[in-house]
């Protein structure tokens, strides 16, 4: 159900890893030429090597979340926020930034990082739960960084494999879940520091125009006040996701829909915020979404 330029509604993008079988036929007809673009800039289709890389699954979501917005009708909530990655689409709904420079930017974005991870090896652990054990001190102690902040009881740590395998027997101990995630890097660490500087370089040939609602960053947030520092300090710092929505929510949204893939967002939309909506928008031929 399209919602649009609601006082209450905020409209939000997911980031890496809410990709779903069905979405690279949502792009095929909702956005063939995105699609094409994509296949051109990557070099092969990243919509069928999405679960591969991070190279091929940031600009495969990049497409499928603006894909599913368009779908919906395009909804222009009164604020947008993108999650991680899914800040380029937010930027593309909020009027900042054309949908082909944003592909760029996201093809851009999954290499650098994948180059990264490759130079300076690790991974990602979620921890769930609140059982005794005090997670922030605990990655503190073995030099781990939060790299989410997702909802409560929902922290992401990153660095390298050893620290996250004795982070991960702890927190098992702890009675906390904790989970690896399916990405080959410490994404949101210091250890991406060389990636951020380059993408520093290829954010300064990009036009990005003043909006007319605000686009709220995942790491510093609030809106945005220069996309370029933002967008390249998000490869380094943390996505502060729970204080995010709690800040939109302070700002007056009281409905907020997530366009794109999946809907994890809306998941933790609801586990941070009481007396609020949480949708996530799907298109008719994908109504289980």
């Known amino acids: 159900m399209p919602v649009s330029d609601s006082h209450r509604t905020a409209l939000l993008f997911p980031g890496q890893g809410s990709q ?5 036929a949502v792009v095929a007809a909702r956005l063939p030429r995105l699609a094409e673009l994509a296949r051109e800039l990557c070099g092969e289709d990243p919509f069928e090597l999405v679960g591969e890389s991070t190279r091929f699954a940031q600009p495969a ?6 894909a599913y917005w368009e779908a919906a009708g395009q909804p222009r909530g009164a604020m947008v926020a993108g999650h991680s990655l899914g800040e380029l689409a937010a930027l593309v709904a909020g009027g900042a930034l054309d949908a082909e420079d ?25 921890a769930l739960g609140e059982g005794e054990c005090d997670v922030p001190r605990l990655a503190a ?8 902040e997702n909802a409560p009881g929902q922290l992401v740590l990153s660095g390298p494999e050893d620290a996250l ?3 991960r027997k702890r927190l098992r101990g702890a009675g906390l879940k904790a989970i690896r995630l399916p990405v080959a890097g410490a994404f949101h660490s210091p250890a991406m520091s060389d990636a951020a500087d380059r993408f520093r370089g290829e954010l300064e040939a990009v036009r990005f125009r003043a909006t007319p609602v605000p686009v709220f960053s995942s790491v510093a947030a609030a809106p945005f006040e220069d996309p370029r520092d933002g967008l390249a300090a998000a490869l380094t710092r943390p996505v502060r996701w729970r204080l ?10 009281e409905r907020f829909l997530e366009a794109g893939p999946g809907d994890v967002l ?5 586990r941070s915020l009481d007396g609020v909506e949480a ?4 298109p008719l031929e994908t109504a289980h979404v």
Not at 20 to 24: C, G, I, K, Y
Not at 61 to 66: D, V
Not at 141 to 148: D, G, S, W
């Open 20 to 24: 779903t079988p069905e979405m690279a």
């Open 61 to 66: 979501i990049y497409c499928a979340s603006l």
């Open 102 to 126: 944003g592909l760029r930017l996201a093809v851009v974005r999954g290499r650098l990082m994948e180059e990264a991870a490759r130079e300076r090896p690790g991974g990602m652990l979620a």
């Open 141 to 148: 102690e073995l030099e781990l960084t939060i790299a989410n």
């Open 165 to 167: 395998a004795e982070a």
């Open 244 to 253: 995010t929505v709690s800040r939109m929510r302070e700002a007056g949204a």
């Open 266 to 270: 809306t998941g933790l939309v609801r």
């Open 279 to 282: 949708e996530a928008l799907a």
